[in-house]
């Protein structure tokens, strides 16, 4: 009885700890799944816009000595500009031509802010300063810190404004129409190049949120922390359905909590190929995710 306590005990910690990381990627995960579902494509450089929002965040704390709160909104207007002109330079140029083209482009963009910011700010990792005082709650046998609750919370309110933004402004509205029909979309005076560039920007704000919340819950940024984060987020909003903004929450959350679970029972060796495992899982029985539907085309 007192093991099966003891497990339960540990699970239900690990499981807490899942969803602080999960909410972080299910922050990036949704500029994958918006930007997919406006224009069908996969933006491969979305995981290094999450690390330059790191290092904003990061910059404006320690050179300008600014609130964490403020280094936070300050990461998300930097990668906010910085992800329309992606859009601008690596994609609107090559929309209309085969989708090889613009999946390279990306991966160039992606390969030039890398090596951008190894030069800028040098290829190891920094400390990330402690602007929180990390007190400990316990909540019966569960134990929670004070910066989960801030990244939780965080995290929650910028999926509900998101959630706003979509389904009730006038922009929002051109979203939903742009990624249903493209050009009917056009037709009915929808600025298509204005909309998409407004997905690129909303989806990469959050994600320079994200990487401002990931560097200090885990107290280090570095120039190549976007490679692998921005796989694992592409495979939770995979998971979660492709183009679905609620998979995308919850294939990060579902990501999160499995890979902890995962380094709890000793397979933290393999802890980045759990990401990647589940997905293959998932797709063999669902392959349009755990909230995706299959697109109907008309013949």
């Known amino acids: 009885m007192e093991y099966l306590w003891n497990l339960g005990q540990l699970i239900a910690q ?22 997919y ?22 910059i404006m704390i320690t050179t300008y000595e600014v609130n964490f709160f403020v280094a936070l909104l300050v990461a998300a207007l930097v990668c906010a500009p910085l992800a329309m002109l992606i859009e601008r330079v690596a994609y609107r140029p090559l929309r209309g031509s085969m989708r090889l083209a613009p999946l390279i482009s990306a991966l160039g963009v992606s390969i030039f802010l890398q090596t951008l910011m190894t030069l800028i700010q040098g290829p190891n990792p920094q400390g ?7 007190t400990v709650y ?6 929670f810190s004070l910066v989960q609750v801030i990244i939780l919370v965080i995290a929650a309110l ?10 009730y402004t006038r922009t929002g509205k051109a979203m939903r129409a742009t990624s249903q ?11 298509v ?11 990469a704000a959050l994600a320079g949120a994200g990487g401002v919340l990931v560097g200090m819950y885990y107290g280090s940024v570095h120039p190549f922390m976007g490679v692998t984060v921005g796989l694992k987020c592409f495979c939770a909003a995979v998971l979660g359905g492709i183009g679905s903004i609620p998979g995308a929450m919850l294939g990060g959350i579902f990501l999160g909590v499995a890979e902890v679970l995962g380094v709890a ?35």
Request: no cysteine.
């Open 14 to 35: 690990q499981t807490v700890n899942g969803i602080t990381l999960g909410a972080t990627y299910a922050l990036i995960a949704l500029g994958y799944t918006m930007v």
């Open 37 to 58: 579902g406006i224009i069908q494509l996969i933006n491969f450089a979305h995981g290094e816009v999450y690390m330059i929002g790191a290092f904003v965040g990061l």
């Open 128 to 134: 990330f300063p402690k602007v929180i005082t990390d």
């Open 138 to 143: 316990l909540l019966g046998p569960i134990k």
């Open 158 to 167: 910028l999926m509900v404004i998101l959630n706003l933004i979509v389904k």
């Open 181 to 191: 029909d493209y050009d009917t979309a056009r037709l009915m005076g929808i600025n």
């Open 193 to 203: 190049n204005r909309t998409i560039s407004f997905t690129f920007a909303l989806g």
């Open 265 to 299: 029972i000793g397979l933290g060796t393999y802890r980045d190929a759990i990401a990647f495992a589940l997905l293959i899982l998932v797709l063999l029985f669902r392959p349009t995710g755990l909230l995706g539907r299959p697109i109907q085309r008309k013949v």
